[in-house]
T-cell receptor, first 113, second 114 residues
Framework: AQSVTQLGSHVSVSEGALVLLRCNYS??????LFWYVQYPNQGLQLLLK??????LVKGINGFEAEFKKSETSFHLTKPSAHMSDAAEYFC???????????FGKGTKLTVNP | DAGITQSPRHKVTETGTPVTLRCHQT?????MYWYRQDPGHGLRLIHY???????DKGEVSDGYSVSRSKTEDFLLTLESATSSQTSVYFC?????????????FGEGSRLTVL
């Protein structure tokens, strides 16, 4: 069964610093990968997704993620953090043919002024 | 923008009482999902539906049942609520098709079982 591991339940960065949120997946077949963001007291919103093709995926709000099959990773990055990026971020995986999206446990990002 | 609403948004109930949460969509998306969110656990799938009267279990389905008698409504029922079911419940619909389809989430229903 596929699973997702997000390294670090809490990440703290300074405003203007690089944001790096880590996600590793386990799957015996090529996965479909997603990053979602959740702001306080809201539902989840899609940031970006990887399906096939280009391994570097650009999303909303300046975020991007790179699919690395050899490392089974799909880390989320943003060159310069903004205060409004403070939220919880979830990585998710779907294996082909499955109707289910499996989520990681989430990483809470804090941005310090 | 996919229209999805959950009701009630907040509910406090007592152990042993039945509870039903409703998810309503304004479009005709085939797939609908119920997740629960708990600190340290992320989102865990309870049940999902792939059509009217077609449902299947997720990873944490014990103590929950679902029904989908119309395309637009997906109901989650706790037959006899327990304190361990205190959680935030999210409904989601899948937009797009196939493996690349995205989930669009409702605002959540916060349930407290005393």
């Amino acid at each position: 069964a596929q699973s997702v591991t997000q390294l670090g339940s809490h990440v703290s960065v300074s405003e203007g610093a690089l944001v790096l949120l880590r996600c590793n997946y386990s799957s015996s077949v090529p996965p479909y990968l997603f990053w979602y963001v959740q702001y306080p007291n809201q539902g989840l919103q899609l940031l970006l997704k990887y399906t096939t093709g280009a391994t570097l995926v650009k999303g909303i709000n300046g975020f991007e993620a790179e699919f690395k099959k050899s490392e089974t990773s799909f880390h989320l990055t943003k060159p310069s953090a903004h205060m409004s990026d403070a939220a919880e971020y979830f990585c998710a995986v779907r294996v082909g043919g499955s109707e289910k999206l499996v989520f990681g446990k989430g990483t809470k990002l804090t941005v310090n002024p | 923008d996919a229209g999805i609403t959950q009701s009630p948004r907040h509910k406090v109930t007592e152990t042993g009482t039945p509870v039903t949460l409703r998810c309503h969509q304004t479009e005709n998306h085939r797939y609908m999902y119920w997740y629960r969110q708990d600190p340290g656990h992320g989102l865990r799938l309870i049940h999902y539906s792939y059509g009217v009267k077609d449902t299947d279990k997720g990873e944490v389905s014990d103590g929950y049942s679902v029904s989908r008698s119309k395309t637009e409504d997906f109901l989650l029922t706790l037959e006899s609520a327990t304190s361990s079911q205190t959680s935030v419940y999210f409904c989601a619909i899948q937009t797009g098709t196939g493996n690349t389809g995205e989930l669009f989430f409702g605002e959540g229903s916060r349930l407290t079982v005393l």
